[in-house]
């Protein structure tokens, strides 16, 4: 993960404002930054978003394959994750350093996303226990400014939104055995119902207190952070501790309880936005909200 040098002075200012819910750039402590969202923004994918976060750029793309189902769930299809830290993003994504935190973010995204309770996987069988719907979700990271994961999981959740899946015509020859056909017409398609796709809220404890969308300095203050999945009805689908610091049971219950509060309230705007962009033909421009 990208991380700054901070001075014991700026580590001082920093816990001080915190303490009094008055953050360095103004904002109170369960304040996002301002966020840019852009839809179809990649030709050659099934769905693609970009999402700007403070200076924290992000772009995912969809594409969708058809592949064989697991064993285990033969009526299903699924989703698979790789995450791209670009050197261009902080110097420190060189080397294995930006291979460790890719796969790492991977397979974070991999257990909030890839299941029945965030997306119908079922919807995405052809056949069963021969053909399905494989959706291999890439994510690049074009700009570091801390809130890796916040970023992702909105811009996932775009993106999954933008899908658009070729509908399958099956036909049987002579012989009885199937065979499958794609639809030409772009327009002919499915799409993925979003509505209890998570989005992740990072929240970071820094002196007593934790803040939403930190910084990387103010991560530099933070002893750990807590990971919370949250859907727009405020259920935490995943819960996962990051850092080297401990936190207390109180404070994973407050941590916990925000997280679920803060989660809820981004999902409206996002999904209005979604919406609008849909309804109007507005995808390609580049939209703000929050902050």
């Known amino acids: 993960m990208a991380t700054v040098q901070v001075s014991e002075a700026e580590k001082v200012y920093i816990l001080h404002g915190i ?20 839809t179809d923004v990649v030709s050659n994918t099934d769905g693609s978003a970009k999402v ?12 969708a394959e058809i592949g064989k189902p697991r064993p285990m769930v033969p009526d299903e299809g699924y989703l698979e994750f790789f995450v791209d830290c670009s050197a261009n993003a902080t110097p420190e994504f060189e080397g294995r350093g930006g291979e460790e935190l890719g796969t ?5 995204l991999y257990k909030v996303f890839n299941n029945k ?3 119908n996987l079922k919807s995405l069988s052809i056949l069963q226990g021969e053909h399905c719907w494989v959706l291999y979700v890439d994510v690049l990271l074009l700009q570091c400014d801390g809130n890796l994961y916040d970023a992702i999981s909105i811009a996932v959740k ?20 199937k065979e499958i056909e794609l639809s030409d017409d772009p327009y002919d398609c499915m799409r993925l119902n979003v509505e209890n796709v998570p989005c992740i809220v990072t929240l970071c404890k820094v002196g007593h207190r934790h803040v939403v969308d930190a910084t990387l300095q103010e991560k530099a203050c933070s002893v750990a ?34 997280g679920k509060r803060v989660g809820k309230a981004l999902h ?24």
């Open 158 to 177: 775009a993106a999954l939104f933008n899908t658009k899946i070729p509908k399958v015509h099956m036909s049987s020859d002579s012989e009885g055995s």
């Open 19 to 38: 303490r009094d819910d008055l953050r360095v750039d103004g904002r109170s402590c369960e304040d996002y930054r301002h966020v840019e969202l852009e």
């Open 268 to 291: 409206a705007p996002l999904m209005n936005l979604l919406q609008q962009e849909e309804n109007l033909g507005k995808s390609r421009q580049k939209v703000g909200f929050l902050g």
């Open 117 to 119: 309770n965030s997306i």
């Open 225 to 258: 952070s807590l990971l919370i999945a949250v859907t727009q009805k405020g259920t935490v689908t995943c819960l996962r501790k990051v850092g080297g610091g401990s936190l207390d049971p109180e404070s994973v219950f407050e941590m916990t309880e925000t």
């Open 104 to 108: 790492e973010l991977s397979n974070t």
């Open 52 to 63: 700007t976060l403070g200076h924290t750029a992000v772009l995912v793309g969809v594409k």
